[in-house]
């Protein structure tokens, strides 16, 4: 815990219902000893979150939803924050995305040490893919090659990430 939040917190619909907590858009930062400062937003899931790690698009009014190849389309996500879930989501419960600092994030198997990482089909998990119609996630890399399955990798650098622009 730091400064008031702890991360890994999260409200149901019905305990943010009672306005208990903190306001939607608010950035929470501290300096962790070992990886260096790590900022958070404070968002409503507009669907629920699997789990801690997910990808999720925010939108302006800070409802977020995981990432996928729908929720970043042009139209639909493009520019728009992304982050990673600390903690599993209900839908209309509120709780906390990582947006800067060393982390862990979803990638699809064998997601490439360096590379440009994209949306995909599979909500919340990015992978290296260069097919054409995934959108580039910009301000977001892993340092450690994902092996052969779908895996949080816990090696993520989130620099302030966006949905970029389409392949």
Do not use: H
């Not at 399955?149 to 620099?159: P, V």
């Amino acid at each position: 815990m730091f400064i008031g939040i702890s991360p890994d917190q999260v409200k149901t619909a019905a305990e943010a219902d009672v306005g208990q907590g903190f306001r939607l858009g608010t950035i929470g930062m501290y300096d962790d000893p070992t990886d260096g400062t790590k900022c958070f937003l404070y968002v409503e899931a507009g669907e629920a979150v699997t789990a801690a790690g997910y990808l999720c698009v925010v939108d302006s009014a800070y409802i977020a939803e995981m990432l996928d190849t729908t929720s970043s389309a042009p139209g639909a996500g493009a520019g728009q924050r992304v982050g990673a879930a600390m903690a599993a989501l209900a839908s209309g419960g509120q709780g906390w995305l990582q947006v800067y600092g060393k982390g862990s994030a979803r990638t699809l198997a064998s997601a490439a040490k360096g590379t440009e990482l994209t949306s995909s089909a599979t909500p919340g998990a990015v992978d290296d893919a260069t097919t054409a119609g995934l959108e580039v996630i910009n301000g977001l890399s892993i340092g450690t090659a994902t092996g052969g399955a779908e895996a949080t990798n816990a090696d993520a650098y989130f620099n302030w990430p966006i949905v970029g622009r389409t392949l």
